[in-house]
């Protein structure tokens, strides 16, 4: 493993990372406050400080670890996840959905910024690869936190507005009966290929061409 390329891709993707997570976990507090559950904020949670919610193995040694055994063929890495209760929102079965956005969608925001902040810096006729890269990676990070979390299996985002969308009965059962074991049963799906393949490919062209969409009368105005 170069240590030099090792060093090189951590500048450039720390960053984005950095506000991707922050941005994320601060969102899903903010929101459950909104909707009369001050469980995060009463724990320093609804904060921008990203030192509240890395976790020294989800967030730094994990993908380490697995960017070194898979050659940067494979990462996966997690934040403190926000505590949210749901007994004491307002409606909780449908501002848990809300509550559960929340997260994935600041991460989509954030793929918008990156991607302006890409044609900016083009614009201005900067071409400095280190800044162009990052703007990149703040792109790619965004969607690919944004696609994965909206995946519809607990404890995944996509899992509690699943849960909140369904009627009350045998399938919430269910995924409340799944849910302890529901992150082995995401990390077998990912290693066997399933998630990229039939949801986070897809969903992030879909994500790419909205973006392409949104900001190319920015571009065609800048040409």
Do not use: C
């Amino acid at each position: 493993m170069d240590i030099s390329n090792l060093i090189q891709t951590v500048l450039i993707y720390a960053l984005p990372v950095v506000f991707a997570i922050t941005v994320h976990e601060a969102a899903h507090g903010y929101v459950a406050r909104h909707f009369g559950d001050n469980t995060a904020e009463v724990m320093g949670r609804v904060t921008l400080n990203p030192l509240k919610h890395i976790d020294p193995i989800g967030t730094i040694l994990m993908p380490l670890m697995l960017y070194f055994a898979t050659s940067g063929a494979f990462l996966f890495g997690y934040a403190k996840p926000v505590p949210v209760n749901f007994g004491r929102l307002r409606h909780p079965k449908r501002d848990m959905i809300w509550v559960a956005l929340a997260g994935p969608a600041s991460n989509f925001v954030q793929a918008i910024l990156w991607a302006l902040v890409l044609v900016g810096l083009i614009a201005a006729g900067v071409d400095e690869t280190f800044f162009i890269k990052m703007a990149q990676g703040g792109v790619l990070v965004n969607l690919v936190m944004w696609a994965f979390n909206l995946f519809p299996l607990p404890p995944l985002d996509g899992g509690r507005v699943l849960a909140g969308l369904l009627p009350n009965g045998a399938a919430q059962n269910f995924l409340a009966r799944i849910e302890p074991f529901g992150f082995f049963i995401v990390m077998g799906l990912v290693l066997a290929g399933i998630v990229s393949t039939f949801w986070l490919r897809p969903l992030m062209d879909f994500g790419y061409t909205v973006i392409n969409l949104l900001i190319s009368p920015l571009t065609a105005l800048l040409r």
